[in-house]
């Protein structure tokens, strides 16, 4: 093994050093086998018992549209309560969801739609779990191993690929699909044991807890303001929508195209997933000679050469190695969209930030889903495939107008130190609305670059919770700025100033240069006071009659 190899190896397997990340990511790797062969027996048996392409495509959407509608709020929560709670929680629902289902089927109860309602209910354990875990990966392993930590858990899913589509296609086919539905519901217990044994020092904040509604505002709004993220969630929920076709008609394409079994989809399957695993392995050299947009255009290319190819062949070998590229393709794309996501975003909005990007991709993925299997339902199959192949290549192309950063750290982790000021009155958590106000003294000759400053301080300050900024200047003392905001309660106040980064505070000594030496800023904070009413308690106000 050459030294670059080597490094390489290191880099991608440095998280697994970390005794709570592999004994979770581990766990979550038996699971991960159970949960796709089981994905196997529902797509097999609802291709056997149905004969509509858009139920069969609606299975993979069914597991993923809870992630779109719930991922804001659960995101909040995983932002403000214990992520390993939730991770628990989302994984007992995804287990009850597969005992369900065992039951059932062991009653002979096989209706499309109760099939497509466990896949929802599974679907609503994922997006309680995903997040937190996604967002908990950043509190359990080093800052410099994150890219590498993300890698591995979509390297350790795409390898399961390899393994659990073959594997599943032969239970099906020896046993059915009740003992895939039994081993898949006992395959959620080593995840659940992993949670229980380990816990894992997350920082905590001497500030209380933020309310549900104020969290997930916040979350928006800094989704909104980062164009780093928008841009993510942009490629990923279209590539997610134009990808999937490949994965959602998969049962039909063994089926009609090639004429097989359980067994061929299984090998398909396993096509994808050897592909993933070697994109996994080559991820940390692919990182450092290629940008990440270009790695994302390369997933695009791949892609597409996979349904094209798909759409035109009978033969299961050449498909196979197709789902190979797509494979490669698939994990390069996410893994490297995850990180962007991740690496845009503090610590403390993670679960908000990667749960919006869930919503948006997994309802990209749900829409695709529906989409394909409408079109080969209505055309046919083929026609579905290579439309699919020209609209995943336009999603490369849309790099020219929505790039993804190239980001290789994050810089907007907290410093975690203010000096709460000095106050006069007897304000409670809950007292507000506050009103902060800066006066700045600026030269005629600074004026330009103070502004360029001030949009950049807007941006800053509204993505840490400032509300309605504004900046004025005196139209009689034209030297005379005044920059002003809101935050709906103290502890809002408290808790932006904790969120302010070291660029932002480099930002304020920038313009204290700019300000008037002989005259520095002069900041106030105000508690806004009700005159709406007048209590009983309180004297008239007298009316003195104008001559």
């Not at 892609?303 to 035109?312: D, G």
């Not at 020219?400 to 958590?429: H, Q």
């Amino acid at each position: 093994m050459t030294m670059a190899a080597k490094e390489d190896s290191t880099t991608l397997m440095a998280p697994l050093k970390n005794a709570t990340f592999r004994s979770i990511w581990l766990a979550t790797q038996v699971s991960s086998l159970g949960w796709l062969m089981q994905t196997v027996a529902l797509s097999w048996l609802m291709a056997t018992i149905s004969t509509s392409d858009t139920l069969v495509a609606l299975v993979q959407a069914s597991s993923t549209l809870p992630a779109f509608f719930m991922a804001v709020f659960v995101g909040a929560v995983a932002d403000n309560f214990s992520r390993r709670t939730i991770m628990i929680i989302g994984r007992s629902l995804m287990m009850t969801a597969s005992a369900l289902l065992t039951v059932l089927m062991a009653l002979g109860v096989t209706d499309p739609w109760i099939i497509l309602g466990f896949s929802f209910l599974a679907g609503c354990g994922i997006a309680l779990n995903d997040p937190a875990w996604q967002a908990s990966v950043g509190d359990i392993v080093e800052r410099r191993d994150l890219p590498s930590a993300v890698t591995l858990m979509s390297v350790g899913f795409n390898t399961i690929r390899s393994v659990g589509p073959a594997l599943g296609g032969i239970v099906i086919a020896s046993f059915g699909p009740l003992v895939t539905f039994g081993l898949t519901t006992l395959g959620f217990v080593p995840p659940l044991a992993a949670l229980w044994r380990n816990n894992w020092k997350v920082r905590s904040s001497t500030l209380p807890r933020e309310s549900l509604a104020t969290a997930i505002y916040d979350g928006l709004r800094f989704t909104a303001i980062s164009s780093e993220i928008k841009a993510t969630i942009a490629r990923g929920t279209l590539f997610g929508l134009a990808g999937i076709s490949t994965l959602a008609l998969l049962p039909l394409v063994a089926r009609d195209h090639l004429k097989g079994g359980p067994i061929a989809y299984g090998i398909l399957m396993g096509g994808f997933g050897a592909g993933a695993l070697l994109a996994g392995l080559t991820n940390a050299s692919l990182r450092r000679t290629l940008t990440q947009e270009r790695l994302i255009v390369l997933a695009c290319l791949a892609c597409a050469m996979c349904s094209f190819s798909v759409a035109l062949t009978s033969s299961l070998v050449i498909a196979t190695v197709s789902l190979a590229a797509a494979g490669a393709g698939w994990v390069t794309a996410w893994s490297g969209l995850s990180v962007s996501v991740q690496l845009a975003s503090p610590r403390w909005i993670t679960g908000r930030t990667i749960s919006i990007y869930s919503a948006f991709t997994y309802g990209g993925i749900a829409g695709g889903s529906w989409l394909w299997g409408a079109v080969a339902e209505s055309h046919s199959l083929a026609i579905a495939l290579l439309w699919s192949s020209g609209t995943t290549l336009l999603v490369g192309a849309l790099g020219l107008k929505l790039p993804i950063s190239n980001r290789s750290n994050s810089e907007l982790e907290p410093l975690g130190e203010f000096a709460m000021p000095a106050i006069a009155l007897d304000l409670k958590p809950r007292s507000g609305p506050i009103l902060v106000t800066t006066e700045y003294s600026v030269p005629e000759q600074n004026v330009g670059l103070f502004i360029d400053l001030m949009r950049e301080r807007r941006r800053v300050q509204s993505r840490v919770g400032a509300r309605h900024w504004t900046l004025t200047r005196d139209i009689q003392e034209p030297s005379r700025w005044v920059e002003a905001f809101r935050t709906p309660t103290w502890t809002d106040y408290l808790r932006l100033n904790h969120r302010l980064t070291t660029a932002d505070k480099q930002l304020d000594e920038k313009l204290q240069l700019l300000n008037r030496q002989e005259n520095p800023p002069r900041t106030s904070i105000l508690v806004e006071r009700p005159t709406g009413a007048v209590r009983k308690s309180d004297p008239p106000i007298p009316i003195i009659p104008q001559r």
